[in-house]
């Protein structure tokens, strides 16, 4: 501890107050760490107000959902009606229902673009690939809790998509069909289900999430934010010890993050009041009819934000099988015969190939669906080991990257459109083009992201006063 | 740097109290054992209860006002169950279908989807009369009906009658055979079942029980 601070006596009360605190909690010491002199590049963009939106739905979900569970029903029996009891009969719970489903799909919305500012400035990349895979880790648990809580309204999309979702886990060999059974606690979906999965909707879950986000934001004070240049700014050190390059947050992100905040606010109020269900894709329809175990919905499609990986896992079919064993092969030829790697890990390499290949044949392809589906998003954390360019960010790579990255934009989107249609035959072969772009924009990354001139990177940000 | 502060104080091995050691890693040891051991109920919480076992009664259909081509769906252990009498066409196309099937002759996993009594082309008791389970063996759907024969959305155009899985767009032929190259690995689950007399079925219990 300090030694004790004595202020002076004709100080204001608030100062003193803020010292006799400050001697027995270290309040000011949090306040300017975690953010008043947390020191940030002055060159930030309009890409960078998603981690604060984040942080501010997160907040409306919590609130939101604390006073949801004052009305809600965990019982398979009485589930739906409660939610129903909740838009009709109390008293504003339909805005606080709104309120709480538009965050969940706004939460994907700002995740995605926070995710994408990431990519494209090389935010990733050393020394920051612990903030990217706490990051990536509150993205699983992101989707585990709105996976989770979509099952509570107990209507016939919560019902189908929670049927679906855990019968993946019966796919997987031998453990299978006792895990998807431990998961349900019952046979098929049931009470059991939507009590267990409601304790980690409002409890487990976002422990966990709450968790990882301090993990997400230590890590990211530790090495300092990185910026749309993808320059190191503490090499450049000031007088006072601090970049030259950067600001405190406060007051100046301060009020960059209120107008941002603001005009989010406005958006989210504009759909919670005029559009809450968006035109079936925050909403959608057929969860306004009760769950039925015994008719599917003719058409079923996940919430919009699950349409992508859905997507992936809906490509793999028995004829994708026959690709995807080629494109393992090839990787294990590759490695055996034109990698520059040691003798051993190149035999290692081969040898591992044919032995999934040979998995790949004897196992259903409804296993490696779920396989690709999970593959999809575990790639992601590793990421800052398979981009090899000598630079971070977008604006200094060749020029050839940026189409690379819009074409990845454009087949995540379509993915994300094919997921949520009735399956067809060409909607079938566009889903497999888009899986195997997705996993070679990672999985080729190594070679591709060298190829080309990178621009000389200046060694001060870019940065026009206003 | 990490060398410095690697380096024990009193200089060398010797300084560490290896008895002192063996007991701190077995006391971990055990703490871990325990820790297991505590495991057990929290997971153990999480597999059915013993009132969810118990619901498994089998469930009696009388199928006397089934008209050809026609179905009736009863549950049974919260699942779906179908029952089509089948027209004598639908019965009649079920013979060429063979070489466009993934396991025209159920020998895929035939203990699980298939009862001995159904193992044949019609895959089940009477000819006519097809019991399953209508969960897609995929992901757990319940497939539509699509008796219909001819082209129509998300169907080739020689379909000869079935059913379709809304979800992934597995189809099966009147039998539920599932065809070649769809995601569904299995064909529809035929549950036990046997006939009490001529109309009246029971699902859930057969000979065997």
Request: proline share 8%; hydrophobic share 45%.
């Amino acid at each position: 501890m300090a030694t004790f601070k004595e202020v002076s006596p004709n100080a204001p009360a608030g100062t003193k107050l803020l010292n006799w605190i400050d001697n027995r909690f270290p309040l000011t010491p949090i306040w300017e760490g975690a953010w008043g002199k947390y020191y940030a590049p002055k060159n930030f963009n309009f890409w960078y107000i998603f981690g604060i939106l984040a942080t501010v739905v997160l907040v409306i979900q919590i609130v939101t959902g604390i006073f949801l569970t004052m009305h809600y029903k965990p019982d398979a029996a009485s589930a739906f009606a409660s939610v129903e009891y909740i838009m009709r009969d109390v008293p504003w719970g339909s805005i606080i229902r709104y309120m709480h489903s538009t965050g969940a799909s706004m939460f994907f919305v700002v995740v995605y673009l926070h995710m994408y500012r990431g990519l494209i400035y090389g935010s990733y990349r050393k020394p920051r690939e612990l903030t990217w895979m706490f990051g990536c880790a509150i993205f699983l648990a992101l989707m585990a809790e709105a996976f989770m809580g979509y099952l509570l309204p107990w209507g016939q999309m919560s019902y189908w998509g929670a049927q679906v979702i855990v019968n993946l886990f019966s796919a997987i060999p031998v453990i299978g069909p006792d895990l998807s059974l431990l998961i349900r606690g019952d046979y098929v979906v049931g009470d059991a289900t939507l009590n267990r999965f409601f304790a980690f909707h409002v409890i487990a879950v976002p422990l966990v999430l709450l968790g990882l986000i301090a993990a997400h934001l230590i890590a990211l004070h530790e090495t300092g934010s990185n910026n749309p240049d993808g320059i190191e700014v503490k090499k450049n050190l000031g007088p006072d010890g601090h970049p030259v390059d950067s600001i405190p947050s406060h007051p100046y992100y301060t009020v960059h993050d209120i107008f941002g905040v603001s005009l989010f606010l406005i958006v989210f109020a504009a759909i919670v009041f005029f559009a809450p269900e968006m035109g079936g894709y925050f909403l959608e329809y057929n969860n306004f009819i009760p769950a039925d175990p015994l008719k599917t919905p003719l058409h079923i499609s996940p919430a919009w934000y699950f349409a992508p990986t859905y997507s992936m896992l809906r490509s793999v079919t028995s004829e994708m099988m026959y690709v995807l064993i080629a494109c393992v092969l090839a990787a294990g030829a590759f490695a055996g015969f034109k990698s520059k790697l040691p003798k051993p890990f190149k035999l290692a390499a081969m040898g591992v190939a044919l032995a999934v290949a040979a998995a790949m044949m004897a196992i259903d392809a409804k296993f490696w669906g779920v396989v690709v589906m999970g593959g999809a998003i575990v790639i992601l954390f590793f990421l800052p080991w398979l981009d090899n360019c000598e630079v971070k960010s977008i604006r200094y790579r060749p020029d050839w990257h940026k189409y690379m990255y819009a074409i990845f934009v454009l087949v995540f989107i379509m993915l994300g459109y094919l997921g949520m249609q009735a399956p067809s035959p060409l909607f079938e072969r566009l889903s497999q083009f888009g899986t195997l772009f997705y996993f070679g924009f990672f999985l080729l990354m190594p070679w591709w992201s060298t190829i080309g001139k990178c621009k000389p990177v200046p060694d001060r940000v870019t940065f026009k006063a206003h | 740097m990490s060398s410095t502060l690697t380096t024990p104080p009193m200089g060398g091995d010797s300084s560490v109290d290896n008895s002192k050691r063996t007991w701190l890693i077995a006391s971990s040891c055990a703490g871990a054992v325990g820790a297991g051991f505590v495991a057990v109920p929290f997971v153990s919480s999480f597999s059915p209860s013993e009132r969810a076992k118990a619901a498994g009664a089998a469930v009696e259909v009388d199928i006397s006002t089934l008209k050809p081509g026609e179905k009736v769906t009863v549950e049974w252990r919260g699942k779906p169950v179908w029952i089509v009498r089948r027209t004598p066409e639908q019965l009649a196309a079920l013979k060429g279908l063979a070489p466009q099937l993934a396991d025209p002759d159920s020998k895929r996993n035939p203990d699980t989807y298939t009862p001995t009594y159904a193992r044949n082309e019609a895959r089940s008791i009477k000819p006519e009369v097809f019991v399953a389970v209508g969960i897609c063996t995929h992901l757990g759907c319940s497939p539509s009906d699509k008796f219909t024969a001819g082209p129509q959305p998300s169907l080739p155009d020689d379909w000869q009658g079935g059913f379709f899985c809304p979800c992934h767009g597995s189809t099966f032929d009147m039998a539920g055979r599932v065809y070649k190259n769809k995601p569904a690995p299995d064909n529809l689950e035929v549950p036990p079942h046997m006939y009490l007399s001529d109309n009246r079925l029971i699902i859930g219990e057969d000979k065997k029980a």
